[in-house]
């Protein structure tokens, strides 16, 4: 379809954050060289548990917030869902999820990402899901919620942290940092421009917390290589800040088709669910509970676009992830 949707950018800032006192990780150290068709970060200088506690407050966390799309180019009120097949869901097809999020399993492993943009020092929100990886240390997300940069320019999202079941400030199953990002090299190459795109996904390795590994406290999703095709009934999660708040786990019941990309595969597309912006890097999860795409953005005209679990993109940066141990 050839159709480009501005993605759910994350451009609101927290007032202050970049005056004086903020936690930001020292310089990262340079990383070993990732295998063909991915690039990894450097390697983040974590912070402790106790650091990350300290900069990560309530307060901080509560008040990061995306903006979904430059207001200017969207419509003042998105179109509803078209048809809704959500139990329960509104107009644009979401559905608060059942609590406590820790007890159903798609709900469990979907979390909250929070991270400082190094461009301005600010921060934002995405949202992601704990996969089952080799190494038991892997969070799925949005490319563009880990790279921050222009084309080939290095610059990567800082002070990251995924909360399993985030509810309302509530950490039930706690916070965990982020060690190194892996991205398509196709997403490195275009660059984080402020549009969707079907190889906007991410390979996020977590930092064990002493012998606990975050798949073995939290569980984790399987996944499919999924490059084209219709799937229906498919349940994406997420958090989206707009519209509802950030402080609910929310999600929508879809059937997807293709959508033409830019860079050779197809989007999982939809016009049941309406993404707002903190959905993105949310997981798209079949029955079987396996990963078959991640939330990319919304073209708020009821369309929502899913960069998929692709052999060439998602795949290899998963690969990418278990071969350096997560």
């Given at each position: 379809?050839?159709?480009r949707a501005?993605?759910?950018?994350?451009?609101l800032?927290?007032?202050?954050?970049a005056?004086?006192?903020?936690?930001v990780?020292?310089?990262?150290?340079?990383?070993a060289?990732?295998?063909d068709g991915v690039?990894?970060?450097?390697?983040l200088?974590?912070?402790?548990?106790?650091?990350?506690?300290?900069?990560?407050t309530?307060e901080?966390?509560r008040?990061a917030?995306p903006?979904?799309?430059?207001a200017p180019k969207?419509?003042a009120m998105?179109e509803?869902?078209?048809?809704?097949l959500?139990?329960?869901?509104?107009q644009?097809?979401?559905a608060?999820?059942a609590r406590?999020y820790t007890?159903?399993?798609?709900?469990?492993?979907?979390?909250k990402?929070f991270?400082?943009n190094?461009r301005?020092?600010?921060?934002y929100?995405?949202s992601?899901?704990?996969?089952?990886?080799?190494?038991?240390?892997?969070?799925?997300?949005?490319a563009h919620c880990?790279?921050q940069?222009?084309?080939g320019q290095?610059?990567?999202s800082?002070?990251?942290?995924?909360i399993?079941?985030?509810?309302?400030?509530s950490?039930p199953?706690?916070?965990w940092?982020?060690?190194?990002?892996w991205?398509?090299?196709?997403y490195?190459?275009h660059?984080?421009d402020g549009?969707?795109?079907?190889?906007?996904?991410?390979s996020?390795?977590i930092a064990?917390?002493g012998a606990?590994?975050i798949t073995?406290?939290v569980?984790g999703l399987?996944?499919?290589?999924?490059?084209?095709?219709?799937i229906?009934g498919?349940?994406?999660?997420?958090?989206?800040?707009e519209m509802?708040g950030?402080?609910n786990?929310?999600?929508?019941i879809?059937?997807?088709?293709?959508?033409?990309?830019f860079?050779?595969?197809?989007?999982?597309f939809?016009?049941?669910?309406?993404?707002?912006?903190?959905?993105?890097g949310?997981?798209?999860?079949?029955s079987?509970?396996q990963?078959?795409?991640v939330?990319?953005g919304?073209d708020r005209s009821t369309?929502?676009?899913?960069a998929?679990?692709?052999?060439?993109?998602w795949?290899p940066?998963?690969?990418a992830a278990?071969?350096a141990?997560?």
């Amino acid at each position: 379809m050839g159709i480009r949707a501005l993605r759910l950018k994350t451009l609101l800032a927290v007032a202050g954050l970049a005056a004086g006192g903020a936690l930001v990780a020292s310089a990262p150290i340079a990383s070993a060289a990732s295998p063909d068709g991915v690039v990894q970060s450097p390697q983040l200088d974590r912070f402790t548990q106790g650091q990350t506690e300290k900069f990560w407050t309530p307060e901080r966390l509560r008040s990061a917030r995306p903006v979904a799309q430059d207001a200017p180019k969207v419509a003042a009120m998105p179109e509803a869902a078209s048809p809704v097949l959500t139990p329960g869901g509104d107009q644009f097809g979401n559905a608060q999820v059942a609590r406590p999020y820790t007890s159903d399993f798609k709900s469990r492993v979907t979390g909250k990402v929070f991270f400082v943009n190094p461009r301005d020092g600010l921060t934002y929100v995405c949202s992601g899901s704990v996969i089952n990886s080799t190494g038991k240390s892997v969070v799925a997300t949005a490319a563009h919620c880990v790279f921050q940069g222009a084309a080939g320019q290095q610059l990567w999202s800082q002070n990251f942290i995924f909360i399993p079941s985030y509810d309302n400030n509530s950490r039930p199953l706690g916070t965990w940092n982020a060690a190194t990002f892996w991205i398509p090299t196709t997403y490195f190459n275009h660059g984080n421009d402020g549009f969707t795109h079907e190889d906007d996904v991410a390979s996020v390795a977590i930092a064990a917390q002493g012998a606990s590994k975050i798949t073995n406290v939290v569980g984790g999703l399987g996944w499919v290589s999924n490059n084209s095709g219709v799937i229906n009934g498919w349940d994406t999660h997420g958090y989206p800040q707009e519209m509802y708040g950030g402080q609910n786990q929310l999600h929508c019941i879809g059937n997807g088709r293709n959508a033409g990309g830019f860079n050779g595969d197809t989007y999982l597309f939809t016009n049941n669910c309406v993404a707002f912006g903190g959905w993105s890097g949310g997981p798209v999860i079949n029955s079987s509970n396996q990963l078959l795409a991640v939330t990319s953005g919304s073209d708020r005209s009821t369309n929502s676009f899913y960069a998929r679990t692709a052999s060439n993109t998602w795949i290899p940066v998963l690969n990418a992830a278990q071969a350096a141990g997560f």
